[in-house]
C-alpha cells in the first residue's frame, strides 16, 4: 500500500501545475518568446524565484512544456508494422489538426528540437527497423534514404508545410504523405506499396 502524499508534496504538485498552466496560457495569447521565466511568473502570480524553483532555467521550462504539450497532443507512436506505416500520415495528421494551435507553438524554433529529441528518434528507429525486415537485400544507403524520406514526411514540419505553405486540405496533405511512403518502399522493391 502506497504511502499518501504530504501537504507539502501536494503542494509542490499544484504550484507545478499551476506553473505549466500559465506557460500554456502564454502560448495561447503570446509567441513562445514571450515564454519567460518572468512572464510565467506574472501569469501565475508567484514571484520568479518560485518558478526558479521548479525549472531552474528557462531551457528547463521549454523543455517541460515541450514533454506536455506533445503528451496533449496525443500524437501516435511509432509504427510496428508496414499496415500501420500507411496509416501513420492519416492518425498523425490528424493529431497534429486536432490540435493545430499546440503543433504550431510546437514548431517554434525554442520547441521544435526539444520535440524532435521526444519523438522523431524513436520514430526514426521503428521505420528502420521495419524497413531492415521488409527489405533486407536491399542496400543499406538506400534504406537509409528511404527511412529519412518516411520520417521526413512523418513529421508536424510536412504537415504544417502542406496545409499553410502550399494551401493543401487535410485531405490533400495526408494523400500527399501517403503518395511519398508508397514511392520510397517501392523503391526497396517492398511488395504492395505502390498505388
Known amino acids: 500500500m502506497s504511502k499518501p502524499a504530504t501537504l507539502s508534496e501536494k503542494r509542490n504538485d499544484l504550484t507545478r501545475q ?5 506557460a500554456y496560457a502564454l502560448l ?6 514571450a515564454l519567460t521565466v518572468r512572464a510565467v511568473a ?10 526558479f524553483r521548479y525549472f531552474p ?3 528547463a521550462l521549454l523543455d517541460a512544456v515541450a514533454a506536455q504539450l506533445l503528451a496533449e497532443m496525443a500524437v501516435p ?3 510496428a508494422s508496414l499496415p500501420a506505416l500507411l496509416e501513420a500520415p492519416a492518425a498523425l495528421y490528424g493529431a497534429f489538426e486536432a490540435r493545430a494551435e499546440l503543433t504550431r507553438a510546437l514548431l517554434h524554433t525554442d520547441l521544435v528540437d526539444r520535440a524532435r529529441a521526444l519523438q522523431a528518434s524513436a520514430r526514426w528507429k521503428a521505420v528502420a527497423k521495419l524497413l531492415d525486415a521488409a527489405a533486407p537485400g536491399s542496400a543499406v544507403e538506400a534504406r ?13 514540419s510536412s504537415w504544417h508545410y502542406y496545409r499553410f505553405q502550399f494551401g493543401f486540405s487535410l485531405e490533400q496533405a495526408i494523400a ?12 526497396l522493391g517492398i511488395d504492395g506499396a505502390a498505388r
Open 144 to 156: 537509409r534514404v528511404a527511412v529519412a524520406n518516411i520520417c521526413y514526411h512523418l513529421s508536424a
Open 28 to 33: 495561447r495569447t503570446a509567441s513562445v518568446s
Open 57 to 59: 532555467s528557462r531551457e
Open 176 to 187: 500527399s504523405t501517403e503518395t511519398a511512403l508508397r514511392q520510397a518502399l517501392a523503391a
Open 42 to 51: 506574472q501569469q501565475a502570480g508567484m514571484s520568479e524565484r518560485t518558478v
Open 77 to 79: 507512436g511509432p509504427p
Open 18 to 22: 499551476l506553473i505549466m498552466e500559465s
